[in-house]
């Protein structure tokens, strides 16, 4: 860009100056054609006189449509319009030039001004160039406006006002005075006429006084009444009691009252009227709260209210207070609580309809503030367009706010609750967390929620030595509140596992007199979560992880999903009737059911197809990636405690790593824990302890045996198989984020990562076990065998005649089934004094003993 004020140039002044000229009127042409055109257009009918022609109305429309035009345009013109600049036109000059001359006079040599040969071809350069600026000639404007009129409408307003010129004359524009409302008769002698304008509040419509016949008017508070005199100064004169304010002798001919009064209205003089106007008052609004406080399952608060205006309610609020009178101060409220303004949110107002009178809910989520589930009042106020307001008096509840049914993260919540209550609360809440996480196998179901814990108690006992600020403690307390989300609904995929979550914070939520959407919507979950857990029963015939289920195969409750619909059922039916005992009870019932079912698994790996070896290849890496993600949680926990002896840090972590996890992943992670290896997922040749660098080589070749897996995924095409393999990608990419973490020795990260990719591992199997299961259609298998295992339904058992429960073949094959009977009673206890057994699967072999 060339400077404003550039040094001396061999440049004409002429041709500088008109390119800067036409620069301006290129400007003022583009920004104000439109500003032009309208007043070319209001011009031409006026200067034909065709204004006398029309409708005194008509053409007070048609001049205010053009008066409304010409000031939208010309602040239109206003906006787009920008002052050229010297320097602009030096630029414009500039390149009108070949090889752009001005430009090259103002730049300097950059290489090889010391040398004389170069600095001579330069010099010898700017002369020619000199020589070109010194012949320049003005660059003309660019005045067409094609592109911005396409339609021309510029011509068409010239094209009138030429017309009018032509045809026309300019004394016609004077007799624009004789269109004045009342000049006519103000010829004849002295008149008036009047408006009255209601509030635009009441939505009521302007009146002309004139034209109002009766004795008696009745007009809103506040309604505005204007008057205008015709004739004389003197000769009309207003007499009037309702503004409340004297009446002088007007020195203009219109004059403008407020009605805050009733009273009389009168116009004096010949042609006067009279009225006597009735005022209606302008009633304050009225507000109050139609029911208690309600908490919604996702934790918002619903608070019914009322309100009612005559014209309509256009605001209000909420105003939310700590009842500390009525707060229980024990534990971490005893100590006086650090000041907080008051909670104020906006009254929710009907989008639609008439706000005159109506019925809302006021809904918000208060989960997260620091008085959840605290006593508080509110307080709801109402405002109407005259400034009136109304407010109820306080209503006194405990504050709706989420509820925590995870006996940890309540206890986690309460712990935040206390922090945020006062900051000197801190020591208390980090001893009480730290004494929570003294025996974290016992509490924690998984490592990461641990680890989290554990990194919030190094945070905030750090910052505690140097004094909590306000933004460090509402940090720690974010921090608490995922740690208590992840705890409540957790992070696991596997179907058996959330079944079992969402029966636990059913059972809660039931012993905690919850309310009725809260169980409702828990109750959703368990009935997805079964769903979930029975389509995998379906589809395990190819996704079989654990040899150890295999030899489980003929031990498995025999039921079909028509009857666990029927004890949902039957359990919603009795928590709706307010049974909560015989609820309690039927829960039970359908956990210890649900505990006998076993998966149905194949009949070995022989004759195995591309997709069940795909499915064993990414079990294996998964157990892998679970040992991988053991050891570096190992490693981690040595960090927290250097001090600690190695046989009890590994006694410790492998307690931690393989009850932690196999809870978290009980159900499809029972291949995650390998049996007698004691380094979940180590071989017994290598080093339990290994470096960081160590464990980003074995991560990297995890990815990339994932990579080769991927590339040899059957189902592709398929909806499924295209799952898969994204949910497949997405475990790469965190396998590799781990790895860079593991390099840059941060554990936590990288155990985060690694649940990640885990998480996507899952993921990946499950739609992978889908379209193996789309592919395998009935009657395609060459075993009689094989059609048979297909037509059993998930948990297999041969569907009734009527898709019932029961099955036309005999129970026990054989003619002596009494000898049969004997045989599975004597197989039965054998199996069940086999201590090698897992104890699951003992206990159900005792049940049955104790049954028959």
């Known amino acids: 860009m060339i400077p404003n004020r550039p040094p001396n140039l061999p440049l004409p002044r002429f041709a500088l100056g008109l390119t800067h000229v036409g620069l301006w009127a290129e400007r003022l042409w583009r920004a104000f054609w439109p500003f032009l055109s309208v007043l070319m257009l209001t011009a031409s009918p006026l200067l034909l006189g065709m204004h006398a022609l029309v409708p005194l109305e008509l053409a007070w429309g048609l001049a205010a449509l053009l008066a409304l035009m010409a000031g939208a345009t010309l602040v239109m013109g206003l906006r787009r319009f920008r002052r050229p600049s010297r320097g602009e036109a030096l630029s414009r000059l500039d390149a009108a030039l070949p090889g752009r001359p001005i430009q090259t006079l103002l730049d300097e040599q950059a290489v090889g001004a010391q040398d004389p040969s170069s600095a001579a071809l330069w010099r010898a350069h700017q002369s020619r160039m000199a020589a070109r600026v010194a012949s320049a000639e003005p660059v003309a404007p660019d005045l067409v406006l094609t592109k911005r009129d396409p339609y021309g409408l510029r011509f068409m307003a010239a094209l009138c006002f030429v017309a009018a010129l032509l045809f026309g004359s300019v004394w016609r524009v004077g007799s624009v005075a004789d269109l004045a409302p009342g000049a006519a008769q103000a010829a004849a002698g002295p008149s008036w006429e009047g408006w009255i304008e209601p509030p635009r509040y009441t939505g009521l419509p302007t009146l002309y006084l004139n034209d109002q016949t009766g004795e008696v008017l009745q007009l809103p508070q506040g309604s505005r009444i204007t008057l205008r005199f015709y004739g004389e100064l003197g000769q009309l004169r207003l007499a009037e009691d309702v503004s409340g304010i004297p009446v002088e002798r007007p020195e203009h001919s219109e004059q403008t009252i407020k009605v805050t009064r009733s009273g009389p209205l009168e116009i004096e003089g010949r042609g006067g009227r009279g009225w006597q106007v009735v005022m209606l008052s302008d009633n304050a609004p009225q507000v109050e709260i139609a029911g208690s406080a309600e908490t919604r399952a996702g934790g918002q608060m619903v608070l019914p209210f009322a309100a009612m205006d005559d014209y309509g309610i256009t605001g209000g609020r909420v105003i939310i207070a700590l009842d500390i009178e009525a707060v229980d101060r024990r534990h971490g ?416 990260e990288a155990i985060d990562r690694q649940a990640e990719a885990m998480e996507a591992m899952r993921e990946g199997m499950r739609s992978l076990g889908e379209a193996l299961a789309q592919q395998s259609q009935p009657g395609q298998g060459s075993q009689e065998g094989d059609q048979r295992a297909r037509s059993q339904d998930p948990l297999g058992r041969t569907p009734g005649s009527q898709g019932g429960v029961d099955t036309d073949e005999s129970l026990v094959p054989g003619d002596d089934v009494y000898r049969r009977a004997r045989d599975l009673l004597d197989e039965i206890r054998r199996r069940s004094g086999e201590s090698d057994r897992p104890k699951i699967e003992r206990d159900y072999l005792k049940r049955l003993l104790d049954r028959f």
């Not at 986690?412 to 922090?419: A, F, H, K």
């Not at 140097?466 to 609904?489: H, K, N, R, S, Y």
């Not at 636990?504 to 769903?531: F, V």
């Not at 994204?726 to 593991?742: K, N, P, S, T, V």
């Open 333 to 748: 409220l005893r100590i006086d609580p650090e000041p907080r303004d008051p909670v104020v949110a906006d009254l929710p107002l009907p989008i639609t309809g008439d706000r005159r009178e109506f019925t809302e809910n006021l809904i918000e989520d208060f989960s997260q503030h620091p008085w959840a589930h605290l006593p508080v009042t509110i307080t709801l106020i109402a405002s109407d367009a005259a400034g009136q307001e109304a407010e109820t008096l306080p209503f006194g509840t405990m504050l709706p706010a989420r509820r925590f049914f995870d006996p940890l993260a309540g206890a986690v919540i309460e712990q935040r609750r206390d922090l945020l209550w006062s900051r000197d609360n801190a020591p208390r809440v980090a001893q009480i967390l730290r004494a929570i996480s003294h025996r974290p196998d016992d509490v924690f179901r998984s490592q990461t929620a641990y680890l989290r814990l554990r990194v919030i108690l190094r945070r905030m006992e750090a910052l505690q030595r140097f004094g909590l600020q306000p933004t460090q403690q509402e940090e720690i307390a974010q921090a608490l509140w995922d740690l208590a989300i992840m705890l409540e609904d957790g992070t696991l995929s596997d179907a058996l596992e959330r079944m079992r979550r969402a029966q636990e914070r059913l059972s809660e939520a039931m012993k905690n007199g919850a309310s009725d959407e809260e169980i409702a919507e828990l109750m959703q979950e368990l009935r997805e979560a079964t769903q979930d857990y029975l389509r995998q029963l379906a589809q395990n015939q190819q996704n079989e992880q654990d040899g150890e289920r295999q030899a489980q195969e003929g031990e498995r409750l025999q039921m079909t999903q028509d009857d666990l619909q029927k004890m949902m059922d039957r359990i919603q039916e009795l928590m709706e009737q307010g049974r909560m005992a015989e609820a309690q009870q039927a829960l039970e019932e359908f956990q210890q059911m649900m505990e006998n079912m076993r998966v149905t698994q194949g009949q070995g790996n022989n004759g195995q197809s591309e997709g069940q070896r795909a499915m064993e290849g990414l079990a294996e890496t998964l157990r892998n990636q679970q040992g991988l993600s053991d050891q570096a949680f190992r490693d981690l926990q040595e960090q927290f405690n250097p001090g600690a002896q190695a046989g009890e840090s590994q006694q410790n972590e492998g307690r931690n790593g393989g009850q932690g996890r196999g809870q978290s992943h009980e159900g499809e992670g029972q291949g995650s824990r390998q049996s007698g290896t004691g380094q979940d997922g180590a071989q017994p040749g290598e080093p339990g302890e290994t470096g960081e660098g160590s464990l980003a080589d074995r991560q990297q070749a995890l990815r990339n045996e994932l990579g080769r897996q991927e590339q040899n995924l059957p189902g592709q095409g398929t909806p499924e198989g295209d799952a898969a393999r994204e949910a497949l990608d997405r475990a790469g990419r965190a396998m590799e984020g781990a790895e860079e973490a593991l390099r840059e020795n941060d554990l936590a």
